[in-house]
């Protein structure tokens, strides 16, 4: 009789897990990294990230893109780092989020972006947009479906970034060779999607290592979505 009201309680709460875990799939980005808009291939977003390992820093990158040939053809970073003195320090404002360190650099990045890449930064509907997780559903490509990931080979210190196709098969978007000195973690956090819906930008994590307190870097490479597959 108890095993009967445990296998109940159980179905009962069954409903409730699935959900659960269907909208902890479908949750957007956890990293602070926002798209900045889009002009044809060109694409610009920036990233934010912080520690309290030693001493207080954070840093804010901006880059721009070009998502065809993977060329960063700008980028701009601030850095800024307090002391852990406590009471009385003199050290520098620490920004400790997204919002006051784009905050801080806003006009000067905006300007810049808006007279040499992208005219209508501002008034697009990408701008301060964050990023979406892997899988993506494309309805108006015969309801394919796309995955990315990173595949590590240490004994020739390099890494492919794949994409695969539910209809189309696979195909591998990106080929680099890493440093073997290089303490670093590479993670695919999800997608860009273009305003055309033919091409995005994987966005990945580069997590650095070595003991000291490093911020993390974040790079895009781009995709086309409607090519280039093989089975």
């Given at each position: 009789?108890?095993?009967?009201?445990v296998i109940c309680f159980f179905l009962f709460l069954l409903p409730f897990l699935i959900c659960k875990q269907k909208s902890a799939t479908n949750n957007k980005s956890?990293?602070?990294?926002?798209?900045?808009?889009?002009?044809?291939?060109?694409?610009?977003?920036?990233?934010?990230?912080?520690?309290?390992?030693?001493?207080?820093?954070?840093?804010?990158?901006?880059?721009?893109?070009?998502?065809?040939?993977?060329?960063?053809?700008?980028?701009?970073?601030?850095?800024?780092?307090?002391?852990?003195?406590?009471?009385?320090?003199?050290?520098?404002?620490?920004?400790?989020t997204d919002e006051s360190a784009w905050e801080i650099v806003t006009e000067e990045v905006?300007?810049?972006?808006?007279?040499?890449?992208?005219?209508?930064?501002?008034?697009?509907?990408?701008?301060?947009?964050?990023?979406?997780?892997?899988?993506?559903?494309?309805?108006?490509?015969?309801?394919?479906?796309?995955?990315?990931?990173?595949?590590?080979?240490?004994?020739?210190?390099?890494?492919?970034?794949?994409?695969?196709?539910?209809?189309?098969?696979?195909?591998?978007?990106?080929?680099?060779?890493?440093?073997?000195?290089?303490?670093?973690?590479?993670?695919?956090?999800?997608?860009?999607?273009?305003?055309?819906?033919?091409?995005?930008?994987?966005?990945?994590?580069?997590?650095?290592?070595?003991?000291?307190?490093?911020?993390?870097?974040?790079?895009?490479?781009?995709?086309?979505?409607?090519?280039?597959?093989?089975?």
């Amino acid at each position: 009789m108890k095993h009967r009201y445990v296998i109940c309680f159980f179905l009962f709460l069954l409903p409730f897990l699935i959900c659960k875990q269907k909208s902890a799939t479908n949750n957007k980005s956890t990293e602070d990294v926002h798209s900045l808009g889009w002009s044809g291939s060109v694409f610009a977003f920036r990233a934010f990230a912080n520690s309290y390992a030693i001493t207080p820093h954070s840093g804010l990158s901006v880059k721009v893109v070009d998502i065809v040939s993977d060329q960063e053809k700008w980028r701009f970073n601030k850095f800024w780092e307090g002391d852990n003195v406590g009471e009385g320090s003199t050290a520098e404002y620490v920004p400790t989020t997204d919002e006051s360190a784009w905050e801080i650099v806003t006009e000067e990045v905006i300007s810049h972006i808006k007279k040499s890449y992208i005219k209508n930064l501002e008034s697009s509907p990408h701008f301060n947009q964050s990023y979406d997780n892997f899988p993506l559903y494309m309805d108006n490509l015969d309801g394919d479906t796309f995955t990315a990931d990173l595949i590590l080979n240490k004994k020739e210190n390099t890494y492919k970034i794949i994409v695969v196709s539910k209809n189309k098969g696979i195909k591998v978007v990106s080929e680099k060779k890493i440093e073997p000195s290089t303490f670093s973690e590479f993670n695919v956090l999800g997608y860009f999607l273009n305003p055309k819906r033919d091409r995005i930008a994987i966005l990945i994590k580069e997590s650095l290592g070595g003991g000291e307190p490093y911020l993390p870097d974040y790079f895009v490479v781009g995709c086309l979505l409607t090519s280039g597959f093989k089975k």
